[in-house]
């Protein structure tokens, strides 16, 4: 049988997409499997050198990549950039909102204003983002809006307590979004990762006890390679994915299903 007409359906050739937070982590490996499938990508961080650097290596594998750098918790900055896309780019096809802060600390132990940063980084930015990219995404009459959010999105544990508030706060979003843009052409889904071995979790994954601890709460029994995460993000983005909206993929080893 001849599968390669479904194949196709994740042909990305002619999209540009802006993936934010992926000059390294997760971001990069969603960055890299996008330009793979033949999508125009933009690299986000705040780090000029480094989102050069992971623009660079995905070019130099063949791939379209473009460095964008700026400040998601800057609106002027936001701005300018969406512009920018406008000047050079002339469209906007997919957004994953992928950047996001965590500060591990009880309620009573986190202050007002490290609330607040949490809260504009992990939920007030990605509405903005999204509102600028579904205004693009509305002149073309297509888009698919991506947002990473998390499984302690449904989850939560004594001592983490703003970060699952302002991911299930995203999901929220995005749900609202698939009925305010779905009659605009436009998807917007979720993705909640699990426990990946990314850079950020390196010294947790390298601790003879908690990486251990940590990798048995799923059934599979390991951290997620942050390459796992590329396929899903595929999905969503591409033909494939054009009926579904307002859900929530989760990609966690089945974290979230055992107790």
């Known amino acids: 049988m001849n599968t390669l007409p479904y194949l196709r359906n994740f042909d990305l050739t002619g999209q540009v997409a802006l993936v934010t937070g992926s000059a390294r982590g997760l971001g990069f490996c969603i960055a890299r499997a996008l330009a793979g499938c033949g999508a125009r990508v933009l690299i986000n961080g705040r780090n000029t050198e480094a989102v050069a650097a992971a623009a660079s290596e995905l070019v130099e594998a ?4 473009h460095p964008l750098p700026f400040d998601i918790s800057d609106d002027a900055e936001m701005e300018r950039a969406f512009q920018h896309i406008d000047r050079e780019h002339r469209r906007l096809d997919i957004l994953v909102n992928n950047v996001g802060a965590r500060n591990r600390k009880t309620l009573r132990d986190t202050s007002p204003a490290e609330i607040r940063e949490l809260i504009d980084t ?3 930015a990605g509405m903005l983002l999204a509102k600028f990219a579904a205004e693009r995404m509305m ?5 698919r809006l991506i947002a990473i959010t998390s499984v302690v999105g ?7 307590a703003v970060y699952p508030a302002a991911k299930q706060g995203l ?3 995005m749900r609202a979004l698939a009925a305010e843009f779905g ?6 889904n979720a993705i909640a990762p699990g426990t990946f071995a990314t850079e950020t979790n390196a010294a947790m994954v390298a601790d003879p006890t908690v990486g251990p601890r940590v990798a048995t709460r799923n ?14 993000a595929v999905f969503l983005a591409s ?6 909206n307002g859900h929530v993929l989760v990609v966690d080893g089945g974290l979230s299903i055992q107790f």
């Open 183 to 188: 009659p605009h052409g436009i998807t917007s």
């Open 171 to 173: 999901t929220g979003m």
């Open 62 to 65: 063949g791939l379209d990549a």
């Open 139 to 143: 002149r073309q009459g297509n888009g």
């Open 239 to 244: 033909p494939a994915a054009s009926y579904v």
């Open 154 to 160: 449904e989850l939560a544990r004594s001592g983490d």
């Open 219 to 232: 059934p599979l029994g390991r951290w997620g390679e942050p390459e796992e995460i590329a396929g899903a």
């Open 122 to 124: 992990d939920l007030v």
